[in-house]
């Protein structure tokens, strides 16, 4: 079945840096589109980056220029490296899928970054 498992969260301070990771099983990773969103308390999920089956990005215009994502399809994961993170950022990152060949979209359950 199809599975996601984000890791890499965690506390940090303003203007440090983290790598979030979302390992995928399941699916047919590479031929997927692959997004990161957040959410933060009290508000709507949001979309924080994109990136297609042929590496073309996007990024929510708050992130752009601080966060890069990228993907490694021999391995099966997503990135999402966040760099001079500030305390806006603080959310829960999810990763997900999107128009995957013979599956649904999926969603993982989530890591929680806090910047202070």
């Known amino acids: 079945h199809v599975q996601l498992v984000e890791s890499g969260g965690g506390s940090v301070q303003a203007g440090e840096s983290l790598r979030l990771s979302c390992a995928a099983s399941g699916f047919s990773f590479s031929r997927c589109v692959l997004l990161w969103h957040r959410q933060a308390p009290g508000n709507e999920r949001v979309l924080v980056a994109t990136i297609t089956r042929d590496g073309t990005t996007n990024y929510l215009d708050s992130v752009a220029g601080r966060f890069t994502i990228s993907r490694d399809n021999a391995k099966n994961t997503l990135y999402l490296q966040m760099n001079s993170l500030k305390t806006e950022d603080t959310a829960v990152y999810y990763c997900?899928?999107?128009?995957?060949?013979?599956?649904?979209?999926?969603w993982g359950q989530g890591t929680q970054v806090t910047v202070s």
């Open positions: 997900a899928t999107r128009g995957c060949p013979g599956a649904a979209d999926a």
